[in-house]
Structure formats: C-alpha cells, structure tokens
C-alpha cells in the first residue's frame, strides 16, 4: 500500500514537470516569435544631399528669374528617427520625425540689378556705373527645418535582402534662419551675420527614393538601406511681396534599424 503511493506520487510529480516545461517552453517560442515577427520596424534615417531654391512669380517673372540665377545650391542634411508597420509582407509604411538643414549662397558680383519698370516691358535692367558702389558681394543663408515625413516602401523581397522603392510627403516646419553678408567696395566694405527666427514658415516636400535594403538576423532583424533621394516643395514658402521659393535636393540616404516581419 505504502509502495503504490509513493509510486503515485513520483508520476505525478514528472508529469507536473513535464507539463511545466512544456508551457516554459511553449511560452519562450510564443514571446520570441512574437518579437522576432512583430509588424513594426525602427530606424535611424539621415540624408545628405545637394539642392537650390528656384523662385517664381506671376507678377515679375522676370525678376525672379534672375534671382534663381543668382543664388546658388548648396548641401543639405537631415537626421532623424523613423517607425514602418508593415500592412503587407512587401508593404511598409512609416512616419518620422527629422531635422533638416538646408544653405543657399548668393554672389552680386556679376549681377545687373534691375533700376526701373516700364509699363510695357517689364523690368528693365541695367547696372551701376561705378563697381565699387555695389554692395553686398557674397551671402550665406541656412535654414533649420522640423520635419515629419510620411512614406509608403515597397521590398520586392521582404524577408531577404532585395531593393526597395518609395515615396511619401514631408511637411516641414522652417523654425531658424541663419544668414551670413559680406559687402566690398570701395565705400562700405563690411561683413556681418545674424540670426533670424522667422514667423513659422510651413512648406510640403513630396519626396521619392530608391535603392537596396540588407536584413540579416533571427532573433532580431537588422536592417541596412542605402538608396538615391529626390525631393521637391510641393507647397512653396513666401520669401517676400508676391514671390514664391521653391526648394529641391537630391543625394543619398542611409538607415539603420531592427525589427520587421
């Protein structure tokens, strides 16, 4: 009698145990299959590219013409954090939060200013006689933006590394300016800088890119993109009277994140 409960008793314990182990285990592959196939990916995005400002109006098309040509590009970068979800195996999207910085430079040396309007022609243009009146020479203008893009990835291979395509607006907010004068002549040679927050200014990138995505991992997908961005202003910001900026860039981004289906 006393033989047969211990007996009981023993069973009993190995198949708690069992049974114990076994939820342990099919616990562990639960949380890990979980994670490892969670719909959400992270990434660390930057930029660097080389644009200009293109400036229009309908009233002096002309004249902005001429200040189009008369500024010049320059870089522009950008950092800033990214989350995708994944709707399908193939389809990403995601939205961020960035900072981008973008310069512009002006040389007057060889500009003709326009002196006068003729009520039939438009601006006429002409230049001062004497070159060392001119005033400013060369400037320098950079523009600090808060930016939340907005995006939608195709990965022609979601679970191996392949290329990618995507596209998606940016609106940004222009919260500092920055500018930097330098005068010569023969009168008023000077230089200057200054710092100018300007009244939010709210500008729309539509933004495109293309490139290659490498993912490696189990456990925990990695993810590598390098790709070729192009972005343009949708919604141009005022820059005075009735004249219109337009801002473009293209280069290259870079990002690194983990998770993913």
Known sequence: MQVG????????????????TLILVLCSFSISGQYAKSSW??????ELNYGANIYRSSEF????????????GGFAWGAGLE??????????LGIGLRYQNRSEFGNLENYIFPQQIDPYYGFVSGQSSDPS??????????DHYLEIPVRAQYVFD??????????????????SRSNHLYSEGAWFPAESSWNKPPDPIFQLFAQ??????????????QILELGLSLQTAVIPYDAFASFK??????????SYGFGGP
């Open 133 to 142: 009146i001119i005033r400013a020479r060369k400037s320098e203008q950079r």
């Open 245 to 254: 900026v337009y801002s473009w860039s293209l280069g290259l981004e870079l």
């Open 41 to 46: 990916s992270f990434l660390v995005r930057t």
């Open 83 to 92: 989350a995708q979800y994944a709707v399908k195996p193939q389809w990403l």
């Open 61 to 72: 098309p002309e004249f902005a013409e001429s200040f189009s040509e008369y500024y010049d």
């Open 208 to 221: 495109s890119s293309f490139g290659y995505r490498w993912l490696w991992g189990h456990e925990l997908k």
């Open 5 to 20: 409960k211990t007996r009981r008793c023993k069973n009993g314990y190995k198949s708690n145990l069992s049974l114990g």
């Open 158 to 175: 979601a679970r191996s590394s392949d290329w990618y395509a995507a596209a998606g607006l940016k609106p940004a907010l222009l919260i």
